[in-house]
């Protein structure tokens, strides 16, 4: 047996982690160094390590994980954002063009907006739904599935194939899906990006980002890029994120299971709008996710109408923190409007953590209640 062939709980408790040696411990403890003592004749050709910014050993078993469970070779950066512009700066070029989702991850909108366009990249943007722009001169596809905070589902083989049908490169954010939501390089997209400081980490107290290929040279790259760019994380936030990762499936699967019984309970009520979650049958991203997605998400949105009644219904709620972010252990609320983004005023992106699911049903519920109806309360 291979370690592709076991299950993923399996391979989440695997992941990364040295060969067993006596004395030693399952996961090793952060090395936190800067400078490495370098061999005074062979210099930094003698070992592996010699400066933290190009190398260190926590980030390289966090980087075997993170790739094992992708189905390629990862590079962890800083942030979710740090990974993915990263990924267009290593690879887009003055002239170049490349499509973006158009509903996707609010800032790297921004970012392609500020900077990419200003040093000669022609942006196009469509809408994770479709319909797609033809690919035809495009260098780089970026799709977004799910897309946050919306959650519609793009069909990745589909696009990987127009996609290289034009010669331009695919790129998939999973940072909602995780790795072990859905693996787009079995899929056909040439590289991952993602955030992991949401579920795939799961414990709302680091950052993290990676890219993950089976391209040597988009890894190479990229690699370079990081090394000469600079935005690594810690030796400490890697080995958090490696040690967290053990769990994946154990957190994904309850979080999954409390947002289909919150959906379910959302679904019911009349004083809901726009329930989105790709896995309720009912749902327009339903056919694209059921096939292509090896688990549903934790994180679902819907619409309340206004700003007061977002703030009534998180005030009422003892489960529901308001906090941005998802993904992580205890369920957040997030009013996307405030941020600043396009989404409607009473538009609120729910991740389920991990609490039971009937005590989460049941205070959404009597919280939705004690929230009235939308306007000010009279
Ligand atoms: C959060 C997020 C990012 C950015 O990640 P950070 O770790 O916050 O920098 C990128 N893409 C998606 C889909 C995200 O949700």
Redesign the pocket.
Known sequence: MTDQDYRDGTRCVHAGLPEPAPGDPFLPGPVLAAPYHLDPWQGPQAAPNGYGRPDNPTRRLLEAAVGELEGGDCRVFA???AA?TGLLLAVLRPGDTVVLPAD??FP?RAFAADTLETIGVTVRYAPTVGPYPSFAGVRLVLL?TPA?PGLDVADIAALAEAAHAAGALLAV?N??ATPLGQRPLGLGADVVVA?G??ALTGHSDL???YVATRSGALLDAVTGWRTTTGAVPGAFDAWLAHRSLATLDLRLGRQSANAEAVARALAARPDVAGLRWPGLPTDPAYPVAARQMRRMPGVLSFDLGDADRVARFVVAARLVAAAT?FGGLHTTADRRAQWGDDTAPGFVRLSCGVEDPADLVADIGAALDAAGAPGPLS
């Open positions: 942030s979710g954002q993915i996707g991850y790297v977004e946050n954010d940072t909602t955030s400081t949401k950052l993290l980002g972010s």
